[in-house]
Every structure is written in structure tokens, then in C-alpha cells.
């Protein structure tokens, strides 16, 4: 097993999320430091329209939980279908710009740190988006067994994530060594920050979920993402 991850490493982490909000979706709309040429792009964005398709196949309705919804380029997907949504994530700034972007009175924020939060009653679905590689190893099956108490049983249950893939990142970044769980990444104007990133492999998250009250099926698209759908017990 690697190193495990230090209380310090998950601060550092909630900062660099916090300084990077207005520079995220540079990221996911493949732009400067991430625009890998048209080729690339055009795989990447093909493969986002997969994740979509296998999102709106669940039919997630109801009241729904967003765990680290960010600058809320999953919940304005979610907003179309759904009845509420709670939106947690510890940076205000991304809250910020999320509540700005989607504009939706059936959105509630709440800022708070997911590692040491829970919800006061169950939801009908729970999605979360590019979290759970920044999950430690070591508090994976605790936040997995974690989520199952948030959602009802029969609840419907969505993840979205990366796979290893050096071009999904920026330019000027490398991914983490293979026995290493942690990755330095970069804003634009040069600051370094350490954080957590983990790449999951499908068969071992899907056994993980099932240990934790969740049948969820595990997929990869052909380059980028990995995605979990399912329910719970």
C-alpha cells in the first residue's frame, strides 16, 4: 500500500481547490494549459457525451445530493431532471460561481468539508463528480460505506472520475508515480500545490461498492473517464 495521506496534504488540497475555482472549467472545456489539440479534444469531449448518456440513462430524480459540485458543470445536468438538489462543497468560491452559473432556487449550498460531513436525512440520489480520486485509499471504503447512508434504499447512486491519462491533465503537469497518491499540480500563475489523486481500478471500486450496500456497474471510457451508475441496497 503507499504512504498514506496526511491530514496537511487534504488542507493543502482544499486551498489549492479554493484558489483554482476561477481557472477550473479551463480544465473540462480544454482550455490553455489544457487544450491538447483537436484531436484530443475532440476524443475527450465524445467521451464526456458517453458519461451523459449513461447519466441520463440512470434517470436520477427526486432529491438529490451533489458532493463536490464545483463551479457546477454536473449540476446544471441534473437540474433539468431533479426535483432539489443539495450542493456540498468546502470551497465557497466554487459555490459561488456554481450558484451564478445555474441559477436555480431548487439549489442548496452548503460549504463544508466532505471528509468530516454527513447529512442529516437520506436522498433519493447521490452523484459526485471528479471526487473520488481525491479520496485517500485508506478512507475509501469508509467514504463508500458513507454514501450508502446517504442515499435511500433502491436510491440511485452516480460517480464520474478520471482514468490515468497524462494528456487529461495540463500541460506542465505529471501525474503521480504509480505507488504514490499524491500529485503536485499548478495554477496559471505558477503556484504548486500537493494533493491527493488516485486512479481506481474498475474491478476493485465496483467489489468496494458492493462491500459497502452499493450494486454499482464500474465502466471506463476508451481514454479518460471512469464512471460508476447503480443503486443502493
Known amino acids: 500500500m503507499s504512504e498514506l495521506v496526511s491530514e496537511q496534504t487534504l488542507q493543502t488540497m482544499m486551498t489549492y481547490y479554493k484558489e483554482r475555482a476561477a481557472e477550473y ?4 472545456y480544454r482550455q490553455g494549459r489544457y487544450d491538447r489539440g483537436s484531436e484530443s479534444n475532440a476524443r475527450w469531449f465524445a467521451e464526456v457525451e458517453e ?6 440513462e440512470l434517470k436520477i430524480e427526486g432529491d438529490v ?16 431532471t431533479t426535483t432539489t438538489i443539495t450542493a456540498v462543497d468546502a470551497s465557497a468560491e466554487m459555490i459561488e460561481i456554481n450558484r451564478a ?21 437520506t436522498y433519493d440520489a447521490v452523484f459526485f463528480g471528479f471526487f473520488i480520486s481525491h479520496v485517500p485509499l485508506e ?3 469508509a467514504f463508500l460505506a458513507s454514501v450508502a447512508t446517504m442515499v435511500r434504499p ?7 472520475d478520471g482514468r490515468r491519462e497524462l494528456s487529461s491533465t495540463a500541460v506542465n503537469h505529471q501525474l ?4 504514490s497518491q499524491v500529485m503536485v499540480r499548478k495554477l496559471n500563475d505558477g503556484r504548486a500545490f ?3 489523486k488516485n486512479f481506481y481500478d474498475p474491478g476493485d471500486l465496483s467489489a468496494r461498492c458492493t462491500r459497502a450496500g452499493l450494486d454499482i456497474d464500474v465502466r471506463e471510457t476508451a481514454t479518460y473517464f471512469l464512471y460508476g451508475t447503480g443503486t443502493r441496497r
Open 176 to 179: 503521480p508515480a504509480q505507488d
Open 51 to 56: 458519461v451523459s448518456r449513461a447519466l441520463g
Open 25 to 28: 472549467d479551463e480544465w473540462f
Open 101 to 121: 452559473k445555474v441559477g436555480s432556487e431548487r439549489v442548496t449550498y452548503l460549504q463544508a468539508d466532505l471528509f468530516n460531513w454527513q447529512p442529516a436525512r
Open 194 to 196: 500537493e494533493i491527493v
Open 65 to 80: 445530493l451533489e458532493l463536490a459540485p464545483g463551479t457546477g458543470i454536473w449540476t446544471e445536468k441534473l437540474v433539468h
Open 139 to 141: 478512507r475509501l471504503d
Open 154 to 160: 433502491g436510491g440511485k447512486v452516480f460517480f464520474v
